[in-house]
T-cell receptor, first 111, second 112 residues
Framework: GENVEQHPSTLSVQEGDSAVIKCTYS??????FPWYKQELGKRPQLIID?????GEKKDQRIAVTLNKTAKHFSLHITETQPEDSAVYFC??????????FGIGTKLQVIP | DAGITQSPRHKVTETGTPVTLRCHQT?????MYWYRQDPGHGLRLIHY???????DKGEVSDGYSVSRSKTEDFLLTLESATSSQTSVYFC???????????FGPGTRLTVT
């Protein structure tokens, strides 16, 4: 089955700096790669996603890049703010089937 | 938030008892999923459904069963609860027009 590895497990950055979280996947047939943000005690919320036919996608301060050859994808957050502090999860799937999540990265933005 | 509710939101039960968690959606989405979330493991798929009466196993399905008799409801049953099933359980739905999933508020289950 699919295996998704995510690192780092914790990340501290100063407010205004950039944060990068990286994930690798094992199943070359995976074609959908979402990123979720989860605040303490709340549900995971989709923040950005990318399909295998796209190399990069941006939404304001958030971007995701995908390297299919190397089977890795990354989340980039620029100009970090205290409200970006949360746990971020990457995931990989073949469409609707059996989504596999990484173990999460706890991001702390220090004011 | 998408129209997803989970019930109960909190439950404490004893080892060996059956437990049923309910996920209800008002979005008429085709796909529904059950996950459990544990520290150090992220979110792990238990079962998912791709239509009424159509379900498939995820990576941690042992000890769990599901049923979907209506589009809007997806039930997760712990046949005989064990302490290892203490966890936070999330339901998610997906529209079928894209792959994105939307999560419910979660159920915190404690098995004593």
């Amino acid at each position: 089955g699919e295996n998704v590895e995510q690192h780092p497990s914790t990340l501290s950055v100063q407010e205004g700096d950039s944060a990068v979280i990286k994930c690798t996947y094992s199943d070359s047939a995976s074609n959908y790669f979402p990123w979720y943000k989860q605040e303490l005690g709340k549900r995971p919320q989709l923040i950005i996603d990318i399909r295998s036919n796209v190399g990069e996608k941006k939404d304001q301060r958030i971007a995701v890049t995908l390297n299919k050859t190397a089977k890795h994808f990354s989340l980039h957050i620029t100009e970090t703010q205290p409200e970006d502090s949360a746990v971020y999860f990457c995931a990989a799937s073949r469409g609707y089937q059996k989504v596999t999540f990484g173990i999460g990265t706890k991001l702390q933005v220090i004011p | 938030d998408a129209g997803i509710t989970q019930s109960p939101r909190h439950k404490v039960t004893e080892t060996g008892t059956p437990v049923t968690l309910r996920c209800h959606q008002t979005e008429n989405h085709r796909y529904m999923y059950w996950y459990r979330q544990d520290p150090g493991h992220g979110l792990r798929l238990i079962h998912y459904s791709y239509g009424v009466k159509d379900t498939d196993k995820g990576e941690v399905s042992d000890g769990y069963s599901v049923s979907r008799s209506k589009t809007e409801d997806f039930l997760l049953t712990l046949e005989s609860a064990t302490s290892s099933q203490t966890s936070v359980y999330f339901c998610a739905i997906s529209p079928g027009t894209g792959y994105e999933q939307y999560f419910g508020p979660g159920t915190r289950l404690t098995v004593t």
